[in-house]
């Protein structure tokens, strides 16, 4: 069994993290096979969630990887720093300014702050990305997939509207409409002109091992393999590609991942979503995928597609239950 001394890993935020979480603890205990506990993971992550506000940039996905892996993030939230207080919030709101139901806590205003004074000063996202990680050391190099501005926006119905739908962007879909109403579109503004942040390609490339965590296959993964290059650098890499479903039973764990499944029209399924995102032998990207326990009933249809498939639980109720789950996609594809 060849030793796996880099992995890659495709990031959204809370899904993405969790599971860096449970790989970063399994490398270390030594219990992925053939993967060596000092190996180094790269983490591509998803910037199209980012967003101008107050006159801040945000960028939630790589926030909330840096913040989780740094031990900053606040468990229950899920983002966001710990032992956070709101006054700016507060104080933003007593004067009236809209916006405020995204919330930006004093803590992490400092980091957006930061960010933004890098930002007008010449420095790429990812140079920012880097000065950050500095103070976090989150133990995984972060690369924000692309150092262009990049943003999702979701077309939702809108009587009022003389098209009689609106378009927002993604953060007001899930925080201010809590995804509450249905996505007709979504839509990756300025994708297409991106180009793939620095080291993004190499990371793809030369790597061991790559891996699509349980985040969002759509607005997560699936704006990153948007990103002009990423497919081909997953097509052509030596690399073993494997994911894990954000899907189980029928829908997400947590997120919105159903709704905007339903926007694009793929099956809200476990191996619809292996599908979905294809076997890398028929042009697609995954040479395996893991369903749940749960959706076992899955797995022939998704091996018919080219793609080694298993069930295992998928469940990240503790670091050691995330290890397995890495330790089962490990050995998927590197068996
Ligand atoms: N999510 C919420 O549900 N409410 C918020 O007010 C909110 C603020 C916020 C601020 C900074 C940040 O990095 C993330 C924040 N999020 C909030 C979560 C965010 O919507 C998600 O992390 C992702 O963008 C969705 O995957």
Redesign the pocket.
Known sequence: MSDVERITVLS???GGAKFLQGLLHGIAAGILPGVSPDAEVTVVANTA?DLWVHGLK????L??VMYTLGDGIDPE????RREETWSVREELTAYGVDNT????GDR?VATHLVRTQMLEAGYPLSAVTRALCERWQPGVRLLPMTDDRVETHVAVTDEEAPSGRRVVH??EY??RLRAGVPAEAVVVVGLEQSTPGPGVLEALRETDLVVLPPS?PVV?VGTILGVPGVRDALRDTPAPVVGLSPIVGGTHVR?MARQVLEAVGVEVGAGAVGRHYGARSAGGVLDGWLVDSRDADDVAAVREAGIACAAVPLMMTDHDATAAMAAAAVSLVLG
């Open positions: 959204g935020g809370m969630d945000v960028c939630p996905d926030d909330t939230r899920g983002w966001g139901w995204f919330g930006l992490d993604f953060q899930w925080v969002n997560s997120g």
